[in-house]
């Protein structure tokens, strides 16, 4: 993506560049702080199940409005609600998702499952969002936050997340600048996260029943998710986490004379932790999918449940972000401006009048929009000037299984991005950060019984490039480093 010359530079953490011998001595060390303390993934390239590489990491906390993180923070407990509203109103799914299922395969088959199990009634009522509400700041509105997405399926990073401001900490530290990490907030995504699935399990209140993740044949990600796995085993030592892929539980997977969610025998399943199931690759074969139709119609609580990974889908977040919807499930007028303030233009592209009308004014102006499937996990968006392109070897029916989105613009920092097998010393590039909010919410139809904020993440790109996948290779992990904004340049 081409980056405006003009987009403003937030003020940094400390001063840069570092000296070479200074730079050279801390990069070193901060690898194996990030190796030894499990910010680490597994290696794409050379991947063995025996070692980890790092995870790619900026040395330095990159800046954020202090003003607007803490609106992200305040927000979350609202977002939670919502999306849990969202997710119990089955006649707002349905038309909303109407046209998308017609042209989108993947999707199509994530609403057959739902129509299914809403006809045979749910077995298990109660749900838990583990969500993530994505978010960059948009440098032509005073820094203020705009959502880019949210996550109801796979959340992930809250694991590295917690372990990172401890790293950049250390960084600090070895730069003699220990003053600068009051301004990091405390991050606490990890436990937030877990406590959800075991507040579910508690629900659930079968003594002998276990935590089921449900994982990718190979998971590169394998710290985040372990840390996830031995937080619950060491804090909570009674209760026993199993990781199955769909495959595995289409092979093993049955229902007990309750609907119990049975494994390996008889090891019954009390929560449903969902860390793949979000792409079409995930689903190889009629088994995966049947795999996942066996859990959802099971008495186990499922993080996310059918209507939780619909509420999910770009479409039904394009949808809310009318005025008049949103206000069908916000009640208290404040919220409803404070949540209406943090979506920037989200557009449909159906097959009709509202619809052909932004076809048009995407094909006119595209350089302000970019073009959304209903896919997760990175790498799937069409950008700006592409968008005429894409467009038009679509049909117009095509075009309904995409949604249109005003580009944000953020702000660029300035630091260290540090990969594995990257130059040494590292250079100084221009970046941009996307924060990640974690929310809890468990709840049924009728009630919420927990609903809380749970820390977050902050992931950072170079500024030349689209996304910011952290495995995918341009992205890498950091946490917010929280500035003020002065009278005369605010952030800058
Ligand atoms: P995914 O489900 O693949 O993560 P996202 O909606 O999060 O899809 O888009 C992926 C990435 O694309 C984001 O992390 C962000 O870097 C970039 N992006 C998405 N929407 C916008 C937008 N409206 N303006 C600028 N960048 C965006
Ligand atoms: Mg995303």
Redesign the pocket.
Known sequence: ?SVDENTPVLRGCIKLPLNKEELIEVTAKAKDYAIMHGAAMRSKTSFSPDSLNFAPFVLVPSSFPRKEFEKAIVLQPIINRLMHNVAHDEEFITTTLAETIKVDEFTANLFNIYRKVLALGFTQAYSVGLLRS?Y?AHVYEGCAI?Q??I?TIASSFGGIATHLVPLQNFVLRELGHAEKLQRMPKNEALAGLCDGMVKAWNIYAKPESVILFIIEDISYNICDQRFHEFYIRETYPHIKVLRRTLTEVHNEGKLGQSKELLLSGNTEVAVIYFRAGYEPGHYPTQGEWDARYLMETSLAIKCPSIQYHLAGT?KVQQALAQPAVLERFINDPEEMKAVGKIF?GLYSMDDNEVGNANYEMAMRTPEK??L?PQ???????V?GLDIPDALKRMSRVERSAWIL??????PLSQGYMIRPGSDVPPQIVDM?S?LGIFGVVIGDADHIIHNYQAGHML?T?LST?????VAAGL?ALDSPYLIDSDDEDGYY
């Open positions: 993506m994505d960059l705009k880019v997405e996550n770009k920037t929009f970019v959304k896919r997760e996990g990175g790498g799937n968006n950008y989105m005003d580009l944000i613009h953020p941009v996307e992931r790109k490039a689209n996304e910011g996948g992205g």
